[in-house]
């Protein structure tokens, strides 16, 4: 089957607010997942929705929330989720921590750049800056400290990627320093 999945096989949508906005009202957070969902609905053909598998990862927003509200904003979210007619499974809706979101990060800008599956040592390095965090992510050849490293393998290439993330150096963050 063919599905569209924008401009060089990629397709992406940003909404706003974001789930961590949903800290005074976490029931509401779920409802916001509607764009997205509806997003994904019309790039993946219905007849492979049920196979399709959603997953919700949660980043610095949520991390810089109480444990009980991340826990209700989840909640919300994975109610949202479950009828959402994809493949869907609680645990595919969780925050995750700074340095996987650095990882993703770099295998998605190296996947777009087409450098993953090739030397380890001709990829890019990121920096990524989001709303509560930045992310500082590259393969290094040197010892990394057991905190920082993150070993991924793609294909039969392993890749030894130093990974830091930096909470509270996000743009919003920033910008909300400022003013």
Known sequence: PSFDFGENGLGSIRVNPGLSSFAEDPAGAGGSLGELVEFGKKR?????????????????????????????ILESCRKFLRVSRFKFQDDWASVITGSNEGVYAWVSANYALGTLGGDP?????????????????????ELIPSEFSHIVKIGNITYNLYSHSLLQFGQNVAFDLLR
């Open 44 to 72: 993946v053909p219905k007849e492979y929705w049920g196979e399709t598998e959603i997953r919700l990862m949660a980043t610095a927003g949520l991390r810089m929330l109480d444990l009980g509200v991340q826990a209700q």
């Open 121 to 141: 040592m001709n990829t890019t390095g990121i920096i990524e800056l989001g709303g509560a965090s930045a992310q500082v992510t590259f393969v290094s050849s």
